[in-house]
Every structure is written in C-alpha cells, then in structure tokens.
C-alpha cells in the first residue's frame, strides 16, 4: 500500500458501515482513540447506497460540528463490510447487493463534499490493531477476527497489512464459515456459549492450519463477551481481544486516510 501525502491534522473522522449499524467518531490520530462520544444509526434497511450515503452523511454532519472536529474539509475514512478495491466494492455480503461494482470512494466524496476514502471494515480493524492495538510490535502473521453479523478477517504481516483476506468465507463442514461462527448465527441459533465455542473452534483450527499465525486477536461487537468463549478455545496460537474492541473499525478507517487501495 502506498502512502498519500500527509494530513496536516491530528484528527480525523472515522466511520464503520456495519449490517446493523453505521458507527462514527473522531480520532486522535498520534494515538489511535476516539475524542468524545461515537455517533450510532442503525443502519437502513435496504442498505442500498443512496439510502446509506445519507446515514453516512448526518453522522459527518453531527461529527463536523463538534469543538474538536478536524478541518471543515479534512477527509473522512470509512469502514465498509465489502471487498474494497480503488475504491470499488466488489462484494456485498451484509449490505444490499446494489453495492457490487458501486465506486464507494467517488459515492460517499460527491454526497459529503469532502474527500473520502474507503476499505475494508475487517482490514480498517486490523490497521488499528496494527498501529496501536493488540498486534502493535509484533513480528510474523497476525490475523484480526471481527465476530459480527459476519466473521471478517484482517492479515498483518510484520506490521504490513495484506488487504481483503476474506476468512469468513471459507467453507467448512460443507457451510460458509461465517454462516455458522459469526455472532449473528449464535443469536440466530439462540446457541449457548459453550455451543457457540464450538463452533468458534472449528474455524479457528481450520485458520490456524493454514496460516499458522503468530497471534489471534478478537473485534468486533461480541469481543465485549470475549470471557464467556475464549478461555473454552483450545489453539496452540496465542488469542487476545482487539485492543479498541467495536471500536476499532472507527480507528482504523481514520487511519487509513493515508493509504491508497491496491
């Protein structure tokens, strides 16, 4: 990933497009934290992408306002649950399927007036972990698992993120990983935990056989639960809970402002 020139502020918004809800706060960019309370809405149903343009578009709005925001025109970063690249979305698997081929980057900029750039929700997480999280300084492969309305998957190599690693979509036991692990499918499936990590297992080993990581670290929504289904894992791969917890998609798209898709 190659860099853009520097943002003069120490600040930026951050914004992470979810199947549930569009999250959004600004970020201290020198340490990777949210600077007062984060924006929630829930996100529209259907999620096409005029409809969460507009979603996207009042958060900035209520962010924009604030004594602490950035520059009325500084750039916004966005997390969005899609395979992201330059900027198109080419997947579209908890959102309308309008999304496919949309130019997310050119979509959300025309509609804000203000340069925006776009990645992957799982990838945004991942940078933060990278940066100021769990996965800061550590060497080798680090994968960042979101347990979501799907299961989303960041690869850091050496501190270098390798975007669009779509681990959630993987088939095991002949069914979609993400469609049996994610925390949608536990509430789905009104599984307990000791059922849920079960479940978790499966995927877990499966990833860990092919990638043999130096580290799993857990975000997304039901990291906040990490106690009730980690200590039931048994992966010779060391696991630990994101660092931002559900908000690391925030932290990461802020930081991303600076990096250009591939």
Same mark, same amino acid.
């Given at each position: 990933?190659s860099?853009?020139?520097l943002?003069?502020s120490?600040t ?23 600077i ?17 343009a507009?979603v ?10 604030r004594?602490e925001?950035?520059e ?10 899609a ?10 698997a908890?959102?309308d399927k309008?999304?496919?081929g949309?130019?997310v980057?050119?979509l959300?900029t ?14 945004a ?6 940066r100021? &999280?769990?996965?800061e300084?550590i /060497?080798?492969t680090v994968l960042?698992i979101t #347990?979501g *309305?799907? %299961?989303?998957?960041a690869?850091?190599?050496d ?7 779509e681990?959630g ?12 692990a994610?925390?949608?499918a536990?509430?789905?499936d ?20 092919l990638?043999s990581p130096?580290l799993f670290i857990?975000g997304g &929504?039901?990291s906040?639960?990490? /106690?009730?289904?980690l200590?039931?894992?048994? #992966?010779? *791969?060391? %696991?630990?809970?994101?660092t931002?917890?559900n ?7 802020a930081?991303?402002w600076?990096l250009?898709?591939?």
């Open positions: 990933m860099e853009r020139a943002n003069p120490p930026a918004i951050g914004i992470d497009i979810g199947g549930t809800g569009i999250k959004g706060g600004i970020v201290d960019l020198s340490a990777g934290k949210l007062g309370e984060r924006v929630r809405i829930d996100t529209p149903k259907p999620a096409t992408p005029a409809a969460v507009e996207v578009a009042q958060i900035v709005s209520e962010l924009a306002a004594a925001a950035p009325a025109q500084g750039p916004v970063g966005v997390a969005f649950p395979i992201i690249h330059r900027g198109v979305a080419r997947s579209a908890n959102v309008s999304w496919i949309t130019d980057d050119a959300f025309e509609r804000l007036g203000r340069t925006v750039h776009v990645m992957n929700d799982a990838d997480a991942g940078l933060a972990e990278a100021f &999280g769990a996965g300084g /060497e080798g960042v #347990l *309305t799907g %299961i989303g998957s690869l850091i190599h501190g270098v993120l390798v975007p669009n690693v681990l979509h993987l088939e095991i036991d002949s069914a979609v990983a993400e469609t049996r994610s925390a949608s536990r509430e789905r009104e599984l307990s935990w000791k059922e849920y990590a079960k479940r978790l297992q499966r995927f877990f080993s499966h990833v860990e056989f990638f130096t857990i &929504g039901i906040k639960r990490a /106690e009730d289904y200590p039931r894992l048994s #992966l010779d *791969t060391p %696991i630990t809970v994101a931002s917890k908000n690391a998609g925030i932290v990461g798209a930081l991303q600076g250009s898709q591939p």
